[in-house]
């Protein structure tokens, strides 16, 4: 099983419309997440972060369920320019400053199309 | 954020030779990540560049294959050695600074092809 999964689409929505994407992982002692955004043949870039219950950014809501170990991104009134594919990333440690061993896992990836 | 430039943004490279990306940051951050990002793939990390110190690297990673410096605290290098086809990727390096290593922030990546 991968460490994070997600579904990779593509979703194809029309502009305006709400689109929402899951994501699940697999290590119960993983306690930062976060959501990356992707455009074609660019680098990642992130797009929010996910602590405890969850929080909004604008358009924007990220949400956490630690007990079925999923987190969920909300996007509404979707724009051309949401286009990209989003990352879902999770950590198993919390703000340390450390070197090594407090990797990011990245998702695969869900592949968002917003069309006219 | 920093401003991350790596060199180059792509090469072609034949079987069995040995390529140096570089990464330059124009601010002093305090880590430095090189991930790499198989086609279809997500991005896998490769190694911490620690400065003045070997990197960390993960597992199935060794200093062989992906030797790393950081000499200083704005600039790192990968080596991809005795390449082969299956090194064909993208590599990116990533910066975070302050108290959350969390929030990294890439570089545009430089694509590799090995014929």
């Known amino acids: 099983r991968k460490e994070v999964e997600q579904d990779p689409g593509p979703f194809n929505v029309p502009e305006g419309a709400t689109v929402a994407f899951n994501c699940t992982y697999s290590?119960?002692?993983?306690?930062?997440f976060f959501w990356y955004r992707q455009d074609c043949r660019k680098e990642p870039k992130l797009l929010m972060s996910v602590y405890s219950s969850g929080n909004e950014d604008g358009r924007f809501t990220a949400q956490l369920n630690r007990a079925s170990q999923y987190i969920s991104l909300l996007i509404r009134d979707s724009k051309l320019s949401d286009s990209a594919t989003y990352l879902c990333v999770v950590t198993p440690a919390r703000f340390i400053l450390t070197g090594g061993g407090n990797k990011l896992t990245f998702g695969t990836g869900t592949q968002l199309k917003v069309e006219l | 954020s920093a401003v991350i430039s790596q060199k180059p943004s792509r090469d072609i490279c034949q079987r069995g030779t040995s390529l140096t990306i570089q990464c330059q940051v124009d601010?002093?951050?305090?880590?430095m990540f090189w991930y790499r990002q198989q086609p279809g793939q997500s991005l896998t990390l490769i190694a911490t560049a620690n400065q003045g110190s070997e990197a960390t690297y993960e597992s199935g990673f060794v200093i062989d294959k992906f030797p790393i410096s950081r000499p200083n605290l704005t600039f790192s290098t990968l080596t991809v050695s005795n390449m082969s086809p299956e090194d064909s990727s993208i590599y990116l390096c990533s910066v975070s600074s302050g108290t959350s290593v969390y929030e990294q922030y890439f570089g545009p990546g430089t694509r590799l092809t090995v014929t």
């Open positions: 601010s002093q951050v305090t880590m």
């Open positions: 290590n119960s002692a993983s306690q930062s």
